[in-house]
T-cell receptor, first 117, second 114 residues
Framework: AQTVTQSQPEMSVQEAETVTLSCTYD???????LFWYKQPPSRQMILVIR??????QNATENRFSVNFQKAAKSFSLKISDSQLGDTAMYFC??????????????FGQGTTLQVKP | ETGVTQSPTHLIKTRGQQVTLRCSSQ?????VSWYQQALGQGPQFIFQ???????GRGNFPPRFSGLQFPNYSSELNVNALELDDSALYLC?????????????FGEGSRLTVL
């Protein structure tokens, strides 16, 4: 069974600074997808970034980038130039390629990020 | 374009009762997934519906059931409610051409079981 672990329950960062959220996962599969989702206080979750395991290049979306270490089963999220609107709970998630498109994401426990002015 | 909407936003039930939660998918989205998010935890996959058929199920008992309608709206039904069913229930839809794992979530229905 696959598991996703986020070991940082809470983090804070000053506005305009950089912060890194950690995520590790466990799987015996070689083909899968990893995600970071953001859940602001309004509770509507939003996809931040996606990484395909077969791609060595780390995904980047504007201020958000990942450090994907497949051998270490590590998938961290870096947020550059943090903004107040980045305050949210961040979830790391895993999807097996064998799941097809069943929508079955396995989420970690989440990290609450507070961006301070 | 309206997003995913869920109703009710909050509800309170007592143990043993039954509950129905509703979800209207975003326009053009033909797949809907349901997740349970206990307080302080990450969401857990309940099931997904595609073309009105269940298309994948997580580790939830049969008293959790669902429906998808021709207009792609959906219902989650939970029978014989237990205290541990207290959670935020999230609906997520995705369009036919969505990227893998790209789900569009509603704001959820907060269920409290007393």
């Amino acid at each position: 069974a696959q598991t996703v672990t986020q070991s940082q329950p809470e983090m804070s960062v000053q506005e305009a600074e950089t912060v890194t959220l950690s995520c590790t996962y466990d799987t015996s599969e070689s083909n899968y997808y990893l995600f970071w989702y953001k859940q602001p206080p309004s509770r509507q979750m939003i996809l931040v970034i996606r990484q395909e395991a077969y791609k060595q290049q780390n995904a980047t979306e504007n201020r958000f980038s990942v450090n994907f270490q497949k051998a270490a089963k590590s998938f961290s999220l870096k947020i550059s130039d943090s903004q107040l609107g980045d305050t949210a709970m961040y979830f790391c998630a895993f999807m097996s390629a064998r799941s097809g498109n069943t929508g079955k994401l396995i989420f970690g426990q989440g990290t609450t990020l507070q961006v301070k002015p | 374009e309206t997003g995913v909407t869920q109703s009710p936003t909050h509800l309170i039930k007592t143990r043993g009762q039954q509950v129905t939660l509703r979800c209207s998918s975003q326009s053009g989205h033909n797949t809907v997934s349901w997740y349970q998010q206990a307080l302080g935890q990450g969401p857990q996959f309940i099931f997904q519906y595609y073309r009105e058929e269940e298309n994948g199920r997580g580790n939830f008992p049969p008293r959790f059931s669902g429906l998808q309608f021709p207009n792609y709206s959906s219902e989650l039904n939970v029978n014989a409610l237990e205290l541990d069913d207290s959670a935020l229930y999230l609906c997520a839809s995705s369009p036919p051409d969505s990227g893998v794992g790209e789900l569009f979530f509603g704001e959820g229905s907060r269920l409290t079981v007393l």
